[in-house]
Nanobody
Framework: LQLVESGGGLVQPGGSLRLSCTAS????????IGWFRQAPGKRREAVSL????????YYADFVKDRFTISRDNAKNTVYLQMNGLKPEDTAVYYC?????????????????WGQGTPVTVSS
């Protein structure tokens, strides 16, 4: 049972990346999925969340109107589309699963964490 993130990399400011969070061994559709990030020397912070019950979403203020979270249950994957990337978005991005279907990252009881995928925004 695990979550695997992919899609990170190096991108110029203003560019885009799409991160994927794929589950193996369990159905992602039954879990709320959150994206978190941790920059060097900083605490981990919540970025976004999508619920399992009704697909409702949450975004941190610093990514609103730039990032979009979505899920494809047929592919057992949740995506984080990141547009308008800024140098301050540089971090390792992690996804996490909560079977209690939290509606905000603060409410999450994490059952699984992924290993993280690095995102670097630099010219």
């Amino acid at each position: 049972l695990q979550l695997v993130e992919s899609g990170g990399g190096l991108v110029q400011p203003g560019g885009s990346l799409r991160l994927s969070c794929t589950a193996s061994g369990f159905a992602l559709s039954n879990y709320a999925i959150g994206w978190f990030r941790q920059a060097p020397g900083k605490r981990r912070e919540a970025v976004s969340l999508i619920s399992s019950r009704d697909g409702s979403t949450y975004y941190a203020d610093f990514v609103k109107d730039r990032f979009t979270i979505s899920r494809d249950n047929a592919k057992n994957t949740v995506y984080l589309q990141m547009n308008g990337l800024k140098p301050e978005d540089t971090a390792v991005y992690y996804c996490a699963a909560d079977r209690n279907d939290a509606q905000t990252p603060k409410e999450m009881t994490i059952d699984f964490w992924g290993q993280g995928t690095p995102v670097t925004v630099s010219s």
